[in-house]
């Protein structure tokens, strides 16, 4: 029986840097022919060459500063990555723009381009530039041609080429990449490639990956393996992971194996996953209090305590936005 308390969550993760010799092995599951693979057959073997080759050194850019992104390898130490909901699109294409006019045929800078214009919803143009930069040897790139390929933007639905685009990232040792791979193998067929997405998800959960953590531990509490889940969670938890606290926090409301019903500690949890901007954590925090108002609530007020169940509720309320 855990006893696990609460601690200080660390700051958010980043992604893993360096090569990881993953091979592939077996095409073929229940029924289905996966498609080729090699990265030669996306790439050819000219572009596949400068895969992972370092990009070159072109300093800092105001195109870096307002669109770069934490799934890329090429990102300029020291600059943070921003939020797709904060990029501020009338600045970042224009500067962007500049940027690939002054550097033609710099591969983050077309990705990062294209990341503008897919914010923009102009898909078809960073459709374009993602390829020209997947071809320059972008593992992110590779990831923006899964992305388009998975939700049909700027090219037609296509899942099998999704699945080509990230897993040759994957091969790479891209994490970020793992991650979106297992999730486009799960949803493809149902429970048809669901060992291959098993696979991947823990592949990028041996690396110590929050989120492939959290991913891989759903999967094993789908299966009903709730006390194989746990140590995973905690540990994707304890990096801060969203899910992750929101899933302790479960744990610890409803009780039972492997963790005691402690409901002040599973609010702790739930408070933590809303800080990291699970707003769903936070309509579960309101149930909890007002369930067990006696055991979580006691030092408050009562209109302290409902201040709290009304912030909670509106927390987590779906917000509109004209952005994807």
């Not at 130490?77 to 710099?106: R, T």
């Amino acid at each position: 029986m855990h006893t696990f308390a609460p601690k200080s969550i660390a700051s958010h993760w980043r992604l893993i840097a360096g090569l990881l010799p993953w091979l592939l092995t077996g095409c073929a599951s229940a029924g289905y022919q996966m498609p080729d693979l090699s990265l030669d057959s996306l790439l050819g073997s000219d572009q596949a060459a400068a895969r992972g080759q370092p990009v070159a050194d072109i300093g800092v850019t105001r195109c870096d500063q307002l669109t770069t992104h934490e799934d890329d390898w090429d990102r300029v130490n020291g600059v943070p990555p921003v939020d797709g909901e904060d990029i501020d699109i009338a600045a970042a294409i224009p500067a962007c723009e500049k940027a690939l006019a002054e550097h033609p045929g710099h591969r983050r800078l077309q990705a990062e381009l294209a990341r503008a214009y897919a914010e923009a919803f102009r898909y078809d143009e960073a459709f374009r530039l993602s390829g020209q930069a997947a071809e320059a040897g972008s593992l992110y790139a590779l990831i923006q041609q899964g992305h388009a390929y998975r939700y049909g933007r700027g090219t037609p639905k296509d899942i099998d080429k999704a699945v080509n685009a990230y897993q040759s990232a994957a091969k790479a040792g891209h994490i970020g990449a793992m991650n979106y791979l297992g999730s486009t193998l799960y949803q493809r067929d149902g429970w048809g490639d669901r060992s291959k997405a098993e696979s991947w998800y823990r592949k990028s959960a041996n690396t110590g990956n929050a989120t492939g953590m959290a991913n891989f531990a759903q999967l094993l509490l789908i299966d009903g393996k709730q006390e194989e889940a746990f140590p995973w969670f905690e540990r994707a938890a304890r990096q801060g992971n969203a899910f992750a606290l929101q899933q302790i926090g479960t744990y610890y409301a409803v009780g039972g194996e492997p963790a005691i019903k402690a409901p002040y500690t599973a609010l702790s949890y739930f408070e933590k996953a809303v800080e990291k901007g699970r707003p769903s954590a936070s309509v579960k925090a309101a149930k909890l209090f007002i369930q067990e108002a006696g055991d979580t609530s006691s030092r408050l007020s009562e209109s302290e305590r409902q201040a709290k169940v009304l912030y909670w509720i509106e927390y987590g309320m779906p917000k509109l936005s004209t952005r994807q």
